[in-house]
């Protein structure tokens, strides 16, 4: 099923054009991870599908409806984002992991909490503790539990580990890996890593001066023998 389509999507800040007619299909279940030079655009292009901006132009389809005709809330429980700096409010975490299920007016499933927390290599303890205590690595756990808490469709994850250490990030990649294994979820990743955009996703798109460059499997990407040459892609010579 056509999941997202976007169709000419141009957006502008002032007279600066960020995306410059995007075209895009995604289906569900897919993986795709997006590279290319800092500045291309790519945050920009999760930001709106997450209705946090709006195309100057363009539109943007979720299940073939506008995004913008859907409440914001709702549209962000079914198309979640993971920021590069994990936000955590409150004081303990256990609020943040309660706060999705409270902003829906759902039960509270403690339950899936701590198969999440377990999954995640977390330690149930980790509920009572104040949230600036936690480590990077734990915080962005915290904030990934929470972003999928209520079963999203679509996981938007920008940069997640960048700022992790490399235990803390194989396991987050192994957790998103077994997750799109085991599921439907459809997954965009914004990456400046390259052994993660060859390993994770099944599709890349590169991005460049605000536009898909290349959209092809990962494999086909990463197979050309281009490995030498990924410097230069990823600083915009490509
Ligand atoms: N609020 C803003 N005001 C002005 N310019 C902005 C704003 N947000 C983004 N930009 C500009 O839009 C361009 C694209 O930014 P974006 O963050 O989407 O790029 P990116 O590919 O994600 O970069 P990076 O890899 O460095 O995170 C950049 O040139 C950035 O400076």
């Known amino acids: 099923m056509k999941l997202l389509e976007l169709q ?16 895009l299909n995604i289906s569900t279940g897919e993986f795709l991870t ?10 920009t292009l999760l930001r709106l599908l997450n209705n ?23 549209l962000r429980v079914q198309i979640s984002y ?11 975490v256990i609020d943040n992991l309660k706060y ?25 303890d980790i509920l009572q503790k104040n949230i600036h205590s936690l480590s990077g690595g734990e915080q962005q756990r915290i904030a990934l539990i929470r972003s999928l808490i209520l079963e999203p469709e679509v996981l938007l994850l920008d940069e997640i580990t ?11 990649e192994d957790f998103i890996k077994q997750l799109h294994q085991r599921s439907e979820l459809t997954i965009l990743l914004v990456t400046h890593d390259m052994q993660q955009a060859k390993g994770l996703g099944n599709r ?22 281009i ?6 892609f990823m600083s915009g010579q490509r």
């Not at 709006?54 to 809330?73: C, H, W």
Request: proline share 6%; glycine share 8%.
């Open 34 to 43: 997006i590279i290319g030079p800092s500045g291309s655009g790519k945050s």
């Open 8 to 23: 000419s999507v141009h957006y502008r800040i002032n007279r600066t054009e960020i995306l410059r007619g995007i075209d």
């Open 204 to 225: 890349t798109l590169y991005m460049n001066q605000g536009k898909i460059v290349h959209d092809m499997p990962t494999e086909s990407f990463f197979g050309r023998g």
């Open 52 to 74: 946090l901006n709006s195309p100057t132009s363009g539109n943007i389809l979720y299940r073939e409806k506008n995004i913008n005709t859907y409440v914001p809330e709702a």
């Open 100 to 124: 999705p299920f409270k902003l829906h007016s759902k039960e509270i499933d403690l339950g899936k909490i701590s198969a999440l927390l377990k999954e995640l290599n977390l330690d149930e």
């Open 82 to 92: 993971v920021f590069q700096k994990p936000y955590l409010f409150g004081t303990k």
């Open 162 to 172: 960048a700022s992790l250490d490399p235990v803390n990030r194989s396991m987050v």
């Open 227 to 232: 490995d030498g040459e990924l410097d230069k």
